[in-house]
Each structure stands twice: as structure tokens, then as C-alpha cells.
């Protein structure tokens, strides 16, 4: 059963209507000791970094995930669920999950043509391979939506890259953990595709 992680934040029914698509088994939940103990996790979100802390701390579901995560179940981290599993976040001020370290900035664009948030179809460019990224084509695009972009301290760290002026991850992750930018389920094939991948990793890199 994957547990889709409910802390108030957007997009979850969306998520949810995307699996049961590819015929896959979740449930949307607030309840702390069923994400610790979920097979596999989904962290999606739309939404404002440091409210999303205050009912992550409100409900338990910061430490649920740190077990979970420590456990090395897989984690899917979505939008704002890709934000805040780094250290800290611009958007509020707020310290974060910190799974990742790094920060989580405000885009700063020169070109008054470009507007914020970022919004629509962009390509994702993959920088070293990953198990949920198998099966991802030069060119593929994704949908976005967000104002605020993850930066991890390490490269090493960062999976793949967009552009929109600058070069900003797009991927991230960390062991068990992977995270997009990008909105999978409103992404189509390419989107479901990776969700599919998703479904049967089984956490490790190989």
C-alpha cells in the first residue's frame, strides 16, 4: 500500500487519481504511524513551505517520515514535497526536514519577460541515472508550477536539471528518497511513467 502523506497541501486527490490509473493500491492519510509503516511513501504538495512545517510538526508526520525514510522505504517527494526534504527553506524562513542539505531559494531573474512563478511545460534534462528515471527521453517535458526551486549543498545530490534563465534542480534525491520539482501527475505519460518506475523501486540505487 503507498501512502500519500496529507498535511493540508494541494494536489493530493490528483496523485491519487494518477495511481488508480496505473491500477496501484493508495490511500491518502494523515495518520503518523501509517506513513512510518508504509510500504512506500508519496510527499506531494501545493502550497506554502513553512505551513506545510507547522502541520508536518503539528501532526507527527516529521518524524513519521524520518522514520520511514531511515527505515529506507522508498519516498516520492512531489512540488513542495521536493522542497522541503532540504534543510531549510527562503519561503518563511523555515527550517525544513533536512534529508538533504541545502537550501531552497526564491527564483531571482533578470529577464522581465520571464514571470514567477514558473509556470507550464519545461524539459527535464537528467544528469546521472536513477532507477525512477528509467525510461525518460531527451526532450521529455513536465508541468511546473512554483516560485521557490531545491538546491542541495552537494551535486551529487541533484538527478536532473531544467532550465527557466538559470540552470535549477529538477530532480533531486538522497538513498532511499527522490524528489521532482515537477507535477508527475499532471506530466501525462512521461509523468505516469515515473510514478510506474516508482511503483517497484524498491529503494535502492542499482
Avoid at 508519496?42 to 520511514?68: C, N, S
Wanted: glycine share 10%; proline share 6%.
Amino acid at each position: 500500500m503507498i501512502r500519500i502523506v496529507d498535511y493540508e497541501a494541494g494536489n493530493l486527490t490528483s496523485v491519487k487519481r494518477a495511481l488508480d490509473y496505473l491500477g496501484v493500491r493508495s490511500e491518502i492519510t494523515p495518520d503518523a504511524e501509517a506513513v512510518a509503516k508504509a510500504e512506500r511513501v508519496i510527499f506531494p504538495g501545493v502550497g506554502h513551505a513553512a505551513a506545510a512545517m507547522k502541520t508536518l510538526r503539528a501532526r507527527g508526520l516529521d518524524q513519521a517520515l524520518h522514520e520511514a525514510f531511515a527505515n529506507g522505504i522508498p519516498i516520492l517527494g512531489i512540488c513542495v514535497g521536493a522542497q522541503i526534504v532540504l534543510s531549510h527553506s527562503q519561503e518563511g524562513d523555515t527550517t525544513c526536514l533536512g534529508f538533504i542539505a541545502g537550501d531552497v531559494p526564491r527564483f531571482d531573474l533578470s529577464d522581465p519577460l520571464l514571470k514567477i512563478p514558473h509556470m507550464g511545460w519545461n524539459e527535464v534534462h537528467i544528469t546521472k541515472p536513477h532507477p525512477v528515471l528509467k525510461g525518460m527521453r531527451p526532450g521529455d517535458e513536465f508541468y511546473f508550477v512554483h516560485s521557490y526551486y531545491p538546491k542541495p549543498a552537494d551535486e551529487s545530490n541533484v538527478y536532473a536539471t531544467s532550465e527557466y534563465e538559470i540552470t535549477f534542480p529538477s530532480v533531486i534525491g538522497s538513498k532511499n528518497l527522490l524528489a521532482t520539482q515537477f507535477h508527475l501527475e499532471k506530466s501525462g505519460r512521461s509523468g505516469l511513467g515515473i510514478l510506474k518506475n516508482f511503483v517497484s523501486w524498491d529503494g535502492s540505487l542499482c
